[in-house]
């Protein structure tokens, strides 16, 4: 493990960067951190420590108090409407111009990858932006917003919900399929600010390795991944992000 000071980065992973035909990178919360938005794991500051997420993301909250549940999504549906993307989201968004091949795969539901730039990123866990039928499924993009009432389907008068995915819940099947094929091709993962305790996500980066990818984690604080990962970058994404991009120059 490479632990570089104020961002003198190993020879070794310039050069396997360099040399990557196929680049992923796997994000989290803490990449939208420096964007104003809350992580979920971070003591006082983040969402679980604040929240109850059995209250808030899982389908019997939704079914006990769906009113209680559409409000606290659309609280922060306001919160990732005025957030904007920062220099790590842009340093993702250029890095994908650099390399041959590119996956981004995001475990965030704010959408701000798109709004840096970047074309097609895997969303493992949905987008808080876009709202879906409870019953169907199918994205609605008009709803009668009401303050008293949680809106209805317009097609089966199910109520509506956000297009995330909640504890308890399947991940969507292509995007993870997706995402185990670029773990099981790449030649170097980077992990960026993630906690890795949530699966399947934080399967991807033991698959990449075993599949033979150099694993880099991008992160301030030290994880479960810390101790396997061939280099350790501490500190902030948009940051390090910028710095590696540079040094590829
Ligand atoms: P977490 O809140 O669990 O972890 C955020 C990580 O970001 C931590 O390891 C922090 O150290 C790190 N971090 C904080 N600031 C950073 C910065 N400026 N740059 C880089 N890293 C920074 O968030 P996730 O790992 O994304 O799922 O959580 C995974 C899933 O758990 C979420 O997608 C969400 C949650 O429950 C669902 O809602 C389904």
Redesign the pocket.
């Given at each position: 493990m490479a632990t570089p000071s104020s961002f003198e980065f190993d020879g070794d992973l310039i050069a396997a960067l360099r040399d990557a035909r196929f680049i992923a990178v796997l994000t989290?919360?803490?990449?939208s951190?420096?964007s104003g938005l809350a992580?979920?794991?971070?003591a006082q500051t983040?969402l679980?420590a604040r929240f109850d997420?059995r209250e808030l993301?899982t389908p019997s909250a939704f079914a006990r108090n769906p009113k209680l549940v559409w409000d606290w999504y659309a609280w922060r549906r306001e919160h990732v409407a005025a957030a904007r993307p920062n220099a790590?989201h842009l340093a993702l968004a250029e890095l994908e111009q650099r390399v041959p091949e590119f996956a981004l795969i995001t475990?965030?539901?704010d959408g701000l990858h798109q709004r840096a730039g970047s074309r097609n990123p895997i969303e493992l866990?949905g987008n808080i932006t876009r709202v879906k039928c409870s019953r169907e499924g199918a994205i609605v993009r008009h709803w009668d917003a009401r303050p008293d009432a949680v809106p209805h389907c317009a097609n089966c008068g199910a109520l509506l919900r956000p297009d995330?995915?909640?504890?308890e819940e399947m991940l969507p099947e292509q995007a993870l399929a997706a995402a185990d094929d670029a773990a099981r091709r790449c030649n170097v993962l980077l992990v960026?600010?993630?906690?890795?305790?949530?699966y399947p996500?934080a399967a991807l980066p033991a698959l990449a390795q075993r599949s033979g990818a150099i694993i880099v984690e991008?992160?301030?604080?030290a994880?479960p991944l810390s101790a396997t990962a061939d280099y350790v970058l501490r500190?902030?994404?948009?940051v390090v992000l910028p710095a590696l991009l540079a040094a590829l120059d």
């Open positions: 989290g919360a803490g990449i951190a420096e992580t979920f794991r971070d983040g679980w997420p993301a790590g475990q965030n539901v866990h995330v995915v909640w504890f960026v600010g993630t906690s890795a305790e949530v996500a991008i992160n301030p604080n994880t500190g902030a994404a948009g």
